[in-house]
């Protein structure tokens, strides 16, 4: 956990709202990835970047997601609307060989 | 590309006992393996890691893993199970540095006191 933290730790919204993930790596790496854990489907991941350029966003869901990284040291995970199917744990890990992984942001959309 | 099984998405065994949870993985390159472990309401944390050398990994808290080429396996075991070991474990792969990492659906494990 020490090389990433993730805020806010929990977030409660209304369905139609926007909602703001951020993450801040706090150390070296090249790649950065977003996760996203629910029951059903375990630990998906989203998109990911590699010296700040996005990769791979296949697994974004629909285009109300969207992420950016606009310098090596903070990216976001956007949502706008949310809806309930998007109430989630959302994690940020960064990457050299393996992955370390930030405590994650606990969003429930009402 | 590279996929991960993980067999068992709960796995339950008696303090003491042999901790055995299963992975077989796919990849189309030399993988990278790892296991990772998740307690509630926490971020996932390596255990231990696979990348070239010595098939047999030790990891943190006893654990260990062993790769295994001709049946693509990369199960994790511990000699002796606690009760602190009960979390839910996540075996991944990746085609190397800087590639991504697909983890598989987890395993839970219980402890039985």
């Known amino acids: 956990d020490a090389g990433v933290i993730q805020s806010p730790r929990h977030e409660v919204t209304e369905m139609g709202q926007e909602v703001t993930l951020r993450c801040k790596p706090i150390?070296?790496?090249?790649?950065l990835f977003w996760y996203r854990q629910t029951m059903m489907r375990g630990l998906e991941l989203l998109i990911y970047?590699?010296?700040?350029?996005?990769?791979?966003d296949s697994g974004m869901p629909e285009d109300r997601f969207s992420a950016k990284m606009p310098n090596a040291s903070f990216s976001t995970l956007k949502i706008q609307p949310s809806e309930p199917r998007d109430s989630a744990v959302y994690f940020c890990?960064?990457?050299?060989?393996?992955?370390?992984f930030g405590q994650g942001t606990r969003l429930t959309v009402v | 590309a590279q996929s991960v099984t993980q067999l068992g998405s709960h796995v339950s065994v008696s303090e003491g006992a042999l901790v055995l949870l299963r992975c077989n993985y796919s990849?189309?390159?030399?993988?990278?393996l790892f296991w990772y472990v998740q307690y509630p309401n926490q971020g996932l944390q390596l255990l231990l890691k696979?990348?070239?050398?010595?098939?047999l990994v030790k990891g943190i808290n006893g654990f260990e893993a062993e790769f295994k080429k001709s049946e693509t396996s990369f199960h994790l075991t511990k000699p002796s199970a606690h009760m602190s070991d009960a979390a839910e474990y996540f075996c991944?792969?990746?085609?190397?540095?800087?590639?991504?990492?697909?983890f598989g659906k987890g395993t839970r494990l219980h402890i039985l006191p």
């Open positions: 991944a792969v990746s085609g190397g540095r800087d590639d991504k990492i697909i």
């Open positions: 890990a960064i990457q050299v060989t393996e992955a370390f």
């Open positions: 990849s189309s390159v030399p993988p990278y």
């Open positions: 970047f590699n010296n700040n350029v996005p990769i791979d």
């Open positions: 696979y990348t070239t050398g010595a098939t």
């Open positions: 150390s070296g790496h090249n790649s």
